[in-house]
């Protein structure tokens, strides 16, 4: 019973936040992605979910390098599909820039095999 | 430099061959739907990208021709990511609603593109410039095509007006998945708009600008006016911003479309509440506690609220 209470402390704290980070149209209105949506009684487990997400997300932009405030706004500006799939694998999604080194050097290297082996 | 790009068109050349990718798309005009031969966006502005942003120049390119102006290094802060030295995709969108467009991703067809090219939509593209297994992700807009000549224009690169052979392009845009998306002003419909898509696309607009959501929810609603979603969605931007005028007639406008809509009874019924309303308010909330559904707990608590008091 003990252990039990103990574990469920921080899924309190973690409800809670995810009261305070609800957008809040102050009284009970249904909010637009709700009717959209047709989740139903696992809404509640859904939230902490999608706050467990946005968290690893701002987490994982930071560690590639994005300061903390930009961070917390881009991932407020992210849908809750987006945050999903970055939750799942930002470091797999292909990011659209220039060629970096690493690719230069391997570039360069297959090619010169490519001409030695000729 | 030159033995360097020599190098690379060695290698490229040789291992493409061996490299398996999406089949090629079907760039015809549709002989039952036809549009013009070709199209262009002159006035689309051209961002010379910066070491490795082509992200945020794409972005400013986008934007700038949906009469959105920003500027590149701005947008950087939005989409760039230092350690990847590049930008994803969900960001790209995401920052395209920050500045207040709708962005809306197309079907990954050649179909899509060359429609939205022809109603002057500029289309983001996500394009692997290399191989599967050894991949340069790039972004770049589409402004124009040329069916005669097999051509697409774009903005790429450090490039302000790039021709490329559309099989060229095809198999470097078929690597991404055929990615694509138009970042459009809240007045304008993509001309290949999907009523679930659109309104979806609005919806994750209404959280990050939602006086920009709130005129894409009225261009959705004249092409479909009784979507419930945009509707709802009218009625929460207006009681966001203080205008439960304008929310009360959406929410009516809501329960008239749809009387087996819950959540439409269940607004409808605080904003009676609110504006004073009991005797209305007690009805819509038994309404929508009638109607019941998953949010039935909440259509109980609106009810108690207004019968509470």
Same mark, same amino acid.
Request: aromatic share 6%.
């Given at each position: 019973?003990k252990?039990?209470?103990?574990?469920?402390?921080?899924?309190?704290?973690?409800?809670?936040?995810v009261?305070?980070?609800?957008?809040?149209?102050?009284?009970?209105?249904v909010t637009?992605p709700?009717?959209?949506?047709?989740?139903?009684?696992?809404?509640?487990?859904?939230?902490?979910?999608?706050?467990?997400?946005q968290?690893?997300?701002k987490?994982?932009?930071?560690?590639?390098?994005?300061?903390?405030?930009?961070a917390a706004?881009?991932?407020?500006?992210?849908?809750?599909?987006?945050?999903?799939a970055?939750?799942?694998?930002?470091?797999?999604?292909?990011?659209?820039?220039?060629?970096?080194?690493?690719?230069?050097i391997?570039?360069?290297?297959?090619?010169?095999?490519?001409v030695?082996?000729? | 430099?030159?033995?360097?790009?020599?190098?690379?068109?060695?290698?490229?050349?040789?291992?493409?061959?061996?490299?398996?990718?999406?089949?090629?798309?079907?760039?015809?005009?549709?002989?039952g739907?036809?549009?013009?031969?070709?199209?262009?966006?002159t006035?689309?502005?051209?961002?010379?990208q910066?070491?490795?942003?082509?992200?945020?120049?794409?972005?400013?390119?986008a934007?700038?021709?949906a009469?959105?102006r920003?500027?590149?290094?701005?947008l950087?802060?939005?989409?760039?990511?230092?350690?990847r030295?590049?930008?994803?995709?969900?960001?790209?969108? $995401?920052? /395209?609603?920050?500045? @207040? &467009?709708?962005?809306y991703? *197309?079907?990954?067809e =050649?179909?899509? #593109?060359?429609?939205?090219?022809?109603a002057?939509?500029?289309v983001v593209?996500?394009?692997?410039?290399?191989?599967?297994?050894?991949?340069?992700?790039?972004?770049?807009?589409?402004?124009?095509?040329?069916?005669?000549?097999?051509e697409?224009?774009?903005?790429?690169?450090?490039?302000?007006?790039?021709?490329?052979?559309?099989?060229?392009?095809d198999?470097?845009w078929?690597?991404?998945?055929?990615?694509?998306?138009?970042?459009?002003?809240?007045?304008r419909l993509?001309a290949t708009?999907?009523?679930?898509e659109?309104?979806?696309?609005?919806?994750?607009l209404e959280?990050? $600008?939602? /006086?920009?959501?709130? @005129? &894409?929810y009225?261009t959705? *609603?004249?092409t479909w =006016?009784?979507? #419930?979603?945009?509707?709802?969605?009218?009625?929460?931007?207006a009681?966001?911003?203080g205008?439960?005028e304008?929310?009360?007639?959406?929410?009516?406008?809501?329960?008239a479309?749809?009387?087996?809509s819950?959540?439409?009874?269940?607004?409808?019924a605080?904003?009676?509440h609110?504006?004073?309303?009991?005797?209305?308010?007690?009805?819509?909330?038994?309404?929508?506690?009638?109607?019941?559904?998953?949010?039935?707990?909440t259509?109980?608590?609106t009810?108690?609220?207004?019968?509470?008091?």
């Amino acid at each position: 019973m003990k252990k039990n209470s103990a574990r469920l402390a921080p899924i309190a704290l973690l409800a809670l936040a995810v009261g305070f980070h609800t957008p809040a149209l102050h009284a009970e209105l249904v909010t637009t992605p709700d009717v959209a949506s047709h989740e139903s009684a696992d809404a509640d487990r859904a939230k902490v979910q999608r706050f467990l997400e946005q968290a690893t997300v701002k987490e994982r932009l930071q560690a590639m390098g994005v300061d903390g405030i930009a961070a917390a706004d881009r991932v407020a500006a992210l849908d809750q599909q987006e945050i999903h799939a970055l939750a799942q694998r930002i470091d797999s999604m292909p990011a659209g820039g220039n060629i970096t080194t690493m690719e230069w050097i391997l570039i360069v290297l297959i090619a010169i095999l490519v001409v030695v082996a000729l | 430099m030159k033995l360097r790009a020599a190098c690379l068109s060695v290698a490229a050349a040789l291992l493409l061959a061996a490299c398996a990718s999406l089949p090629s798309g079907d760039w015809g005009n549709p002989p039952g739907d036809p549009f013009p031969a070709w199209a262009e966006r002159t006035d689309a502005p051209f961002h010379p990208q910066e070491e490795y942003q082509c992200g945020p120049a794409a972005l400013a390119t986008a934007l700038g021709s949906a009469g959105i102006r920003r500027a590149p290094e701005d947008l950087v802060n939005e989409v760039y990511i230092p350690a990847r030295q590049g930008s994803l995709q969900p960001e790209m969108l $995401a920052a /395209a609603r920050r500045s @207040g &467009a709708v962005a809306y991703p *197309l079907a990954p067809e =050649p179909l899509a #593109l060359l429609k939205e090219l022809a109603a002057g939509h500029p289309v983001v593209v996500l394009q692997n410039l290399l191989l599967d297994w050894m991949p340069q992700w790039h972004y770049a807009v589409v402004v124009g095509y040329d069916l005669r000549s097999r051509e697409l224009v774009l903005r790429s690169g450090r490039e302000q007006r790039l021709v490329m052979d559309i099989d060229a392009f095809d198999r470097s845009w078929a690597k991404s998945g055929r990615w694509a998306f138009v970042a459009l002003p809240p007045d304008r419909l993509p001309a290949t708009a999907a009523e679930a898509e659109y309104v979806s696309a609005v919806m994750a607009l209404e959280r990050v $600008a939602p /006086a920009a959501a709130e @005129g &894409a929810y009225r261009t959705a *609603l004249g092409t479909w =006016p009784h979507n #419930l979603v945009a509707r709802m969605g009218l009625g929460n931007v207006a009681y966001g911003r203080g205008d439960s005028e304008a929310a009360e007639a959406a929410f009516r406008r809501a329960v008239a479309d749809h009387p087996e809509s819950g959540d439409a009874w269940n607004n409808l019924a605080q904003i009676l509440h609110e504006r004073g309303q009991a005797q209305a308010a007690r009805q819509a909330a038994e309404r929508a506690v009638a109607t019941g559904g998953p949010r039935l707990p909440t259509y109980r608590r609106t009810l108690e609220s207004i019968a509470g008091r």
